[in-house]
């Protein structure tokens, strides 16, 4: 975290502030971090100017705030990942993790977020982190940009194992001995009086296919990113294979190049990882002049796939994610509209339950937004339900400090309302939520 390199660690929730006379970035006990006046000014600039400019991440990712005693704050929100502007400065921001990092981000709890984070991501549906290897990362001093850079790079080991596809590439040259076919018009134009030449068209065997350029632009890409000599390293190793490969000169007329089959199956995790890379393809949607890289997450997202993948591994029930349950309306001509889809379904012989995630860190009060209530409400008794035996709605929300025990609601007689903690660093939270079946109801 040293100014000196522009480069800071966010828990999610803390913000950066403005302090006078600070060389170096310095984090306080509630993972709040002072820089510079000047580089705070840099920072809240690319926000303010991409907030104007999209309507998504960027609110969502450092939010412009006031605070009294301290002045403008940024935010850090909803959003995790990295980012780097193009001024040089790289803020990565962590999930806040319950037990983990509340007490200051020393180096030992940032290595376990990290952690955490990263098995998180392994588990977040139509990504390309479920095969991904980071057990032999050094997490303790090794950025995040650089451990996505390194997944990449160990899929791109596996391909070179494997072999680089070749093809046949049309090539149109002036050579001293003839091969291919004579290109008359263009012979004519530079060989009039060198008849010693011949202008041909002819067909090359070699790895210049759109899939391997890709490659190689990602290469070129992550070398001016990578922060560590290992990372380097690395990357040098592979920029000597792809050596007689040529940078991509139109990337997106490239991935449109780039068919998959069976005999380019191999590719098709790498060149997510290149459209990542090269086109910000994760969840993100940047624009602007400011901006050099940005690869970040929206947390919701990534807690709902987690949530479901714990529950699925250690739940006997047959478990759905965004399962159509039935709709909220119907008009005049029997036309439904707005589909009720909760986050996961619970099935198990003639009973079913429903649970919506939340990633939203509740009070002390344990205050429940009347919005997710009345979503919840809907769920279990609309007529409109397609599943009539509903007997229980759980709504999941991350252990935190103030919310650390479950508690059951009574919705009617019929329904009860799980509010439950659930616990990242646990295995087998699934276990918890069937013995709150033993909890006393506690009246809405």
Request: aromatic share 12%; net charge positive; charged share 25%.
């Amino acid at each position: 975290m040293k100014t000196k390199n522009k480069s800071f660690t966010l828990i999610e929730h803390s913000y950066i502030y403005a302090e006078k006379d600070v060389d170096r970035a310095k984090q306080d006990e509630s993972n709040n971090i002072a820089v510079a006046p000047k580089v705070f000014a840099e920072i809240e600039n690319f926000v303010l100017k991409n907030s104007s400019e999209t309507e998504d991440v960027v609110a969502s990712f450092l939010v412009p705030s006031y605070k009294p005693g301290i002045g403008k704050t940024l935010k850090a929100k909803n959003y995790v990942g990295v980012i780097q502007t193009k001024k040089g400065i790289t803020i990565e921001i962590l999930p806040k993790i319950h037990g983990v990092n509340a007490n200051g981000g020393n180096e030992e709890a940032i290595t376990q977020t990290k952690k955490i984070f990263l098995k998180m991501l392994k588990t977040l549906k139509n990504s390309n982190f479920k095969v991904s290897n980071f057990a032999n990362l050094d997490l303790t001093s090794m950025p995040l940009l650089d451990i996505f850079i390194n997944m990449f790079l160990d899929e791109l080991n596996i391909l070179v194992k494997q072999g680089l596809r070749k093809s046949y590439i049309t090539k149109s040259e002036d050579l001293y001995t003839f091969k291919g076919k004579l290109d008359f018009n263009q012979n004519i134009r530079y060989n009039l009086v060198h008849k010693e030449r011949f202008f041909v068209n002819h067909d090359e065997f070699n790895v210049n296919r759109p899939e391997n350029k890709l490659i190689k632009s990602t290469l070129l890409l992550v070398q001016r990113k990578a922060k560590i000599n290992s990372t380097q390293q690395r990357i040098r190793k592979f920029l000597f294979i792809f050596d007689s490969v040529t940078a991509s000169k139109n990337i997106d007329l490239d991935f449109i190049k780039c068919k998959s089959n069976r005999l380019t199956l191999h590719y098709d995790k790498l060149l997510v990882w290149c459209q990542i890379f090269l086109k910000y393809k994760t969840f993100n949607n940047y624009k602007g002049n400011d901006l050099a890289f940005a690869l970040l997450f929206p947390m919701e997202k990534i807690f709902e796939d987690y949530v479901a993948h714990q529950l699925r591994k250690n739940s006997d029930s047959n478990i759905k994610t965004q399962d159509r349950i039935g709709y909220l309306l119907q008009d005049e001509n029997g036309n439904k509209k707005y589909e009720m889809k909760p986050d996961i379904v619970f099935t198990n012989k003639n009973i079913t339950i429903i649970a919506d995630t939340k990633w939203k860190i509740l009070d002390e009060d344990h205050k429940l937004s009347q919005v997710d209530l009345y979503q919840m409400f809907a769920y279990g008794k609309h007529p409109n339900n397609y599943k009539k035996n509903i007997q229980k709605i759980i709504l999941i929300y991350p252990k935190s400090e103030n919310f650390s025990k479950a508690i059951l609601y009574k919705f009617c007689d019929d329904l009860e309302l799980l509010i439950f903690p659930f616990d990242l660093q646990e295995k087998d939270n699934w276990t918890q939520i069937t013995n709150c079946s033993r909890l006393t109801i506690i009246p809405k």
